[in-house]
Every structure is written in C-alpha cells, then in structure tokens.
C-alpha cells in the first residue's frame, strides 16, 4: 500500500508575505467511464483513490492527495479547490496550474472545455461557457475579484504552444505562408523568458474569450483511436496581473497549462507525422517526471534544460510560483497501467516545496514631494551630524565615479588587446567570428531580459538608477539587441564599457 503525507505550508509573519515555503497541491479527477458496461479499475474515497495494483494479482494500492474527484465531480467542484491559489495573485506572487494525465483522460475538458467543429482549414472552436473549464473560469474570477474589491488591475494575456519541442506564439501567424512565429526561451538560472512572446491587453472576459479561440484555432490537434480531438502538443494560458497599491506595483504571471496526454503508440494507432508527434510529446513527459523526480530526491542537479516544457516549468516545480497539479485518470480496466503511472507522479509532486516569492517594484515619488529648505536657513552642521543632513544626488555621484573610472578602464582594455588577453590566462582571439559574435550577443541579452533588480545592481556601472530603468523598458517590451539599451539613455561609449567590463566582450557592440 502507498500513500502521501502533505506538510504545512510555513509563512513569515507580514502582511504580504515576502516568501513562503509551499508543497505542490496535487488534485486527482476520474473521468466517467466511456460505457457503463465497461469494467471500472478506480475505487474513490474522500482524498484517497484505491487501484488494482498491477504488478501483483489481488493486490491493490491506494493513494492519499489534497483532493480526490470522482466521475460525478462538477467543473465547479474542480475550481473551488482551485480558487484558493488564485488569491496569490493580487500579491504579486506566480501561480501554475498544469494538467496532466494520458491521452483521453479529460485535461482538455478539465482545463479549457471546448469543442472543435469545422475543417482543418476553417476550424470552429465553441466554448462551454455553462460547463467551462479552469482557465475560463480563473479568468471570470480575477474580473470579478477587480470589480469587487475596486482594485487597480491591468491584466493581459499570452497564448503559447510547445510542439515537437518547438515554442511558438499562438496569437502571431506571421510567416510567409501563414505559419506561427516561432519563438527562443532564454534561461538565467530560475528565470525564464520567451523572446518576443505577444501580449494583449484584456479588460474583460469577453475580450479574453475572443483572442481564446484565436489561440485555440491555431493549436495543433489531430484524431487518434484513443481521442478523436486528440491534443499534439503543449498548450499555456499565461495572464501578467499588475496590482497598484499606493507607491508600489506588485506583478504576478498565472499560467494555466494543459499538457498533451502521453500516449502508447500500440493502442493509439499513429503514423506518420502522428508518430513523430507522440514521440516528442512522450519525451517532453519524461523529460517533466525526470525533473520531478530529481526534486523529490533533493538531487543538486535538476534537469530544466532537457525539454522546453520543463524549461517553462522551472519556476513552477521547485520555484518561485505557488503551483497546483490536476492529475486526471481514466477509470477503465484496460487504462490500469497508464493510471496508475499517473498516480505514481501524482505522489512525486506532493513532495516538491516550492519557496514563494512577491515580485514587488516601488514607484519613484514625484519631485513636488519633497520638501527642500533654504540654504541661508540652514545652520552649519557639526561633526556629529554631517551623515544625518548631507544629500547625494545618485545621477552625479554616478556620473562622477564614471568620470574618474571610465580612463582607468579604458587603459586597461587596451594594453589586455595589445597583450592578447581579454580574461585573466585566457587569449583574445584577433577577431571574432560571427558565432562568437552571435554567443556574447544571446549572452548579453539573456542577462538583461531575465535578470532580477538585485542581480542588475549588482553589475558594475549599472547601479540601482540604471537597473530600474532595465526593468522599466522590459515591460514595455525585451531587448531584442545590445543596442535597445539605449532606450534607457546610455551613451554609446558608456554602454560598450558597460558590455566589456560585465561580458568581457572582445570587440565592440555598438
């Protein structure tokens, strides 16, 4: 018999809290059986889910999670559990909500609930909005939460699709042939950024409802003999909320992701470009039990990197986020083997703790808040007291500091070209290639776009009025070059010391 033990969340005592240790809540839903004369495997109790174990005959074992659904749950049951995550939100913390199960199990319906008519060339998505599923309803609830509490909120939205390990952006079709923008996901350490992923400004359900079925229009679909609406790929709903409290913006991403079903190619019938789709889809889901695995284990290397969906997911198994798995089984007897690999990563996900974070920006106070005295009224200050009254200006010291350091840098630079050498022991090649080029490029803008403000301050010649200014032209869009710097008003022959002091570039950039 196996069974999980769930630990109390731990909490500093704040307000908002700044972070919070949190175990992945782990739901289970059973679909209804497909006919009534078919033999049921699955036996649910309050929290617990019992199965025929299928290594040994007579056996049998049962499992214990936050939350058990029968075949009799309602899609309003489901989110009810939900909804208590969803209160992050508004205090600036991410949140994750996946599905995951084999294909045919109901993530699809547990996640978006819709129906797809139409050709392949002229599909027709229709939303079950008396039956709608978890990102609907996440959606309906975070406007109704703004409305009703009066809250200053802007929300908008990204639609993404993983496919045979490929990113694209479901809202950009913008390829010579209508095809969908492919896109990069740049990692720096936990954090993660998909270069040029479109955003949308919704002030409502209904315009969420419109670019919705967009997205799923464009989401590769395809029948199998297990599902006739068989879903090829990965598919995240991903929603940037910010809240304005007073001087102070706290900013959350909610993602809601339905991952496609794992698949065993000997029942599924798959040929073809359907066969390559399975394999990538099986390897995108080993490659997230790996990672889960490794978790569990508190091993010191996880693998993020091995598959995209993980990559994606790092923030959610172990990160920063608070995060919510919705594990979804078919009852069937002939399904035992793929239920009960379900359960088994079920019960791995209740042991991952994740440390929760606010991610919290501070507005400047105006010019006409702060209050100067005369300098005649001023009275002379005493040795004791000159930390107390004396004022920086952070603009002139900074421009004061470069001015005395920035001929020192430049000497050194040079006589390290003359010699031969960019780094300490290590040769400087004569001239760089257009791959080295292309690698201290990615380097560059990887560190930008992902970067935190305490990683940017700490950068030598950037300081803290720099880096809000990096952090404040990334919301209006990533730097897609070294040369967007200058947007936050770098000279040139500043931002090439900047660049060969912090990357050690050989050549120069801009």
Sequence with gaps: ?????????????????????????????????????????????????????????NGSKTYTFDKVFGSDATQAQVFADVEVLLRDVFQGRNATVFAYGQTGSGKTHTMNAYTMTGSASQPCVVLQRRDAGITYRAV???????????????????????????????????????????????????????QGLSEEDITSSEEFESLFVVALKHRSTAGTKLNVLSSRS?????????????????????????????????????????????????????????????????????????????QLLCDSLGGSASALAVVCCAPERDNLQPTHNSLEFAKDCCFIKNCVEVNEMRRKSTASSVKCEP????????????????????????????????????????????????????????????????????????????????????????????????????????FESPQDLSRIGIPADTLNMILQVNFQVPIKLV
């Design 234 to 310: 990965h598919f995240m709903v991903q929603l940037t909320i910010k809240t304005k409290i007073l001087d102070k913006v706290l900013t959350s991403k909610l993602s809601l992701i339905d991952l496609a079903g794992s698949e065993d190619n000997r029942y599924t019938g798959n040929e073809g470009d359907r066969f390559d789709e399975s394999r990538h889809i099986n390897s995108s889901l080993f490659a997230i039990r790996s990672v889960v695995s490794a978790l569990k284990d508190n091993k010191a290397q996880v693998p993020y990197r091995n598959s995209k969906i993980t």
């Design 375 to 478: 300098a005649t009224t001023r009275k002379a200050p005493g040795p004791s007291s000159l930390k107390e009254n004396r004022v920086y200006e952070p603009s002139l010291l900074l421009e004061s500091v470069e001015h005395l350091i920035k001929p020192m840098v430049e000497k050194v630079l040079a006589e390290r070209q003359q010699s031969g050498v960019s780094d300490v022991g290590r040769p400087s090649p004569p001239n760089a290639t257009s791959d080295d080029q292309q690698k201290i490029t990615d380097k560059i803008l990887t560190v930008m776009n992902t970067a935190t403000l305490n990683e940017l301050k700490k950068m030598k010649f950037i300081g803290p009025q720099r880096a809000n200014k990096i952090l404040a032209a990334r919301e209006i869009g990533a």
């Design 1 to 57: 018999m196996s069974s999980t033990s769930r630990s109390s969340t731990q909490t500093t005592d704040s307000p908002i809290l700044r972070t919070k240790q949190q175990a992945v809540k782990v739901l289970v839903r059973v679909r209804p059986p497909k006919s009534t004369d078919c033999e049921v495997s699955t036996e649910v109790e309050p929290g617990k889910i019992t199965i025929p174990n299928p290594y040994f005959v």
């Design 140 to 194: 309906d609830w975070i406007f109704e939460r703004k409305r009703s509490l009066a809250l200053n909120v802007t929300v908008s939205a990204s639609f993404v699709e993983i496919y045979n390990d490929e990113v694209y952006d479901l809202l950009q079709n913008t390829g010579p042939n209508g095809e969908l923008r492919k896109l990069k996901v740049l990692m720096a350490g936990r954090r993660v950024t998909v």
